[in-house]
C-alpha cells in the first residue's frame, strides 16, 4: 500500500485548510487510514481515523469541533478538513494505514506516506 499526503500549506489563524491522502495498491481500500501529525521537538500523535468503510471516525479531543475525516472509497481517497486552525496545529501531517480504525498507537499502522507540512501563521 502506497500513502500520498497532500494539502499542506501556509494559512493564518482561524483558517481552513483540506489535506488529502491518496491510497493505492493492493487491498489499499481495506485498511483504515488515520492522520498523525509531527510539530518540532514533539513526538507523532494521533489526530483522526477512518475505517475502511468510513463508517467510524475518530478524533483527537485537541481537534473535535474543529476537524472532520472523510473517505471516498471509490477514489481510495481519505480527507481531512481543518477548520478554526490555531498555531498550535502546525505540524507535519502524515497518513497511515492499518488494520484497527482510530487506533491512537503508531505501532499499529503498517503503512506510512510522506507528510505534508501546516504552518498556522498568528
Known amino acids: 500500500v502506497q500513502l500520498q499526503a497532500s494539502g499542506g500549506g501556509l494559512v493564518q489563524t482561524g483558517g481552513s485548510l483540506r489535506l488529502a491522502c491518496a491510497a493505492s495498491?493492493?487491498?489499499?481500500?481495506?485498511?483504515?487510514i488515520s492522520w498523525f501529525r509531527q510539530a518540532p521537538g514533539t513526538e507523532r500523535e494521533f489526530v483522526a481515523g477512518?475505517?475502511?468503510?468510513?463508517?467510524?471516525?475518530a478524533l483527537a479531543d485537541s481537534v473535535k469541533g474543529r476537524f472532520t475525516i472523510s473517505r471516498d472509497k471509490a477514489e481510495n481517497m481519505v480527507y481531512l478538513q481543518m477548520n478554526s486552525l490555531k498555531p498550535g496545529d502546525t505540524a507535519v501531517y502524515s497518513c497511515a494505514a492499518g488494520r484497527h480504525s482510530g487506533s491512537p498507537y503508531i505501532e499499529e499502522y503498517e503503512y506510512w506516506g510522506r507528510g505534508t507540512l501546516v504552518t498556522v501563521s498568528s
Open positions: 495498491g493492493r487491498a489499499a481500500d481495506s485498511y483504515a
Open positions: 477512518i475505517s475502511w468503510g468510513g463508517g467510524r471516525t
